[in-house]
C-alpha cells in the first residue's frame, strides 16, 4: 500500500556540510523522523528512506543521497517506487527570500532561485508539489551567497535555526495529520 505522504528534506550529503543553512531540510526530516521513531535506515542508490506512521498515516521521510541540485534525481526515483503523485510529496528547505526562522508552506509554487527545487521540478514535469520554506535570510554585506548558505553560523543564527526546525517539524506533522490548508493557517 502506497504512503499517504513523502517528506523529502533537501540538503548536502556529507559531514563537511552537516550543519550549514542549506542543510536545514535534512535536519527537519531527522527531527520529524526522531519524534515518531522513523528509522532512515534504508539506503538507497538515490535516498535514505525511512517509512513509518504519524497520526495514523502511513509515511515516508527521505534524505536525496544527492547533492541540493540533483534533488529531482532522488525525488522523482521516490514517487516511481512508491507510486504516489507529486501532490503527496513534501519538499522541506531553506529560502534566503524568507527572514531567518520565518516558516512558509504553500501547495504549490515557483522555484523561487532555489537549485534543488528547480531540479525537483525538472525531474517530475510539475511545480504542483507541497513545499515548506525555511528562511535563512539573507547574508550579510560583503558575504558571498555560497558562503552564507554553506559556510559557518553564528551562536545566535544556530539557536534560531535551531528553533525554526522545531517549529518546521510541527508544521510537516500537522500538513500529515490536518491537511496543508490547516497547517498553512497554523504555521505561515
Known amino acids: 500500500m502506497p504512503p499517504e505522504m513523502i517528506v523529502v528534506g533537501l540538503g548536502n550529503p556529507g559531514d563537511r556540510y552537516r550543519d550549514t543553512r542549506h542543510n536545514i531540510g535534512f535536519r527537519c526530516v531527522d527531527r520529524v523522523a526522531g519524534d515518531h521513531a522513523i528509522e532512515l535506515s534504508r539506503r ?16 515516508v521521510v527521505a534524505r536525496p543521497r544527492t ?47 532555489h537549485n534543488g527545487v528547480k531540479s525537483i521540478i525538472d525531474a517530475v514535469g510539475t511545480r504542483e508539489f507541497p513545499r515548506l520554506r525555511i528562511g535563512i535570510g539573507r547574508p550579510a554585506e560583503g558575504v558571498d551567497q555560497v558562503d552564507h548558505v554553506l559556510g559557518t553560523m553564528s551562536p545566535d543564527d544556530r539557536r ?10 510541527d508544521a510537516v506533522i500537522s500538513v500529515i495529520s490536518e491537511g496543508i490548508t490547516v497547517a498553512m493557517n497554523r504555521f505561515n
Open 160 to 169: 534560531e535555526i535551531d528553533e525554526a526546525v522545531e517549529r518546521a517539524a
Open 44 to 59: 538507497q542508490r538515490r535516498a535514505l528512506i525511512g517509512e513509518g506512521v504519524i497520526d495514523g498515516r502511513r509515511v
Open 67 to 113: 547533492y541540493v541540485n540533483r534533488s529531482g534525481e532522488a525525488v522523482a526515483y521516490l514517487l516511481t517506487r512508491y507510486a504516489v503523485s507529486p501532490r503527496q510529496l513534501l519538499v522541506v528547505y531553506d529560502d534566503m527570500d524568507l527572514p531567518l526562522g520565518k516558516l512558509r508552506l504553500r501547495p504549490t509554487g515557483s522555484t523561487g532561485g
